[in-house]
């Protein structure tokens, strides 16, 4: 499932001096193929913030029916830096990623995308590691200026950077605070606001989010949902 390498053993300086080299093989276009199955992607720390614990869960879609979910626990060696999220949870995430039986056509990242300092968040980084188109949906701001959208589901406003649009705010219910959306990787930013809403119920994350959320933090699915589930520990 992997699509590039590289060393996780790294300063901060050099995480960041590789964001910039990497955020170039970011494709901020793209036409999805069929989608059949849509992935969410958390994690959660144990032990004091010294083990990550990394979820994976893969809905049907559009039926948003979980259908499978791997759980991955490995050592937190990079520190918590703002901006560098991805050098500390990836490890994890990529080895619960390697233990689905279903392989998902399309990830929603609980994170950013391009809608970071560097333009190569945990959602982008995740997508050109793992060749998956993929999407950030973060439930707060990174960087970026943008007015209000309307207090209605599927509202949205560009959030923008010197100019540049990096990202959406979406209200994706009614009168609660908004998702910030971006692209991670083959996925444009109209399609990307387009499956965030397709992924969303009744609820103000989407059900990608809620199921990986709740398997990175240690609860378990219910049992007559899906089958083929495991957790990797």
């Keep these: 499932m992997r699509k590039l ?8 300086g050099a995480a ?6 990497l955020r170039s093989r970011v494709v901020r276009l793209g ?3 069929e989608v059949r199955h849509v992935a969410g992607t958390d994690v ?3 032990r004091g913030g010294r083990i990550a614990r990394a979820a ?3 809905l049907s879609f559009p039926e948003l029916k979980l259908v499978d979910y791997a759980i991955a626990r490995l050592p937190a060696r990079f520190p918590y830096v703002p901006g560098l999220l991805s050098f500390r949870e990836m490890p994890a995430l990529l080895r619960a990623l390697d233990h689905l039986r279903v392989r998902p056509d399309l990830l929603l990242c609980d994170g950013q ?3 970071h300092p560097r333009r190569f968040g945990i959602a982008s980084h995740l997508g050109v590691f793992c060749g998956i188109p993929s999407i950030g949906v973060a439930k707060s701001r990174l960087i970026g ?3 209000q959208p309307l207090q209605r589901r599927g509202a949205w406003v560009p959030l923008e950077d010197n100019g540049e649009t990096i990202g959406a705010v979406l209200r994706t219910k009614a009168n609660t605070q908004p998702v910030y959306v971006s692209t991670g990787h083959r996925v444009s930013l109209p399609i990307a606001v387009r499956y965030v809403m397709a992924c969303t119920t009744k609820f103000r994350l989407p059900e990608t989010t809620r199921w990986a959320h709740r398997l990175a933090s240690g609860r378990e699915p219910f049992r007559d949902e899906g089958g083929g589930m495991r957790d990797e520990g």
């Excluded at 390498?5 to 901060?12: G, V």
Aim: hydrophobic share 40%.
């Design 44 to 46: 959660g720390f144990e």
């Design 113 to 115: 995308g391009v809608a």
């Design 56 to 58: 994976v869960a893969v």
């Design 5 to 12: 390498r590289h060393s996780w053993n790294l300063t901060p």
């Design 31 to 33: 036409r999805l193929r």
């Design 16 to 21: 960041i001096r590789l964001q910039h080299r």
């Design 145 to 147: 200026e943008h007015g």
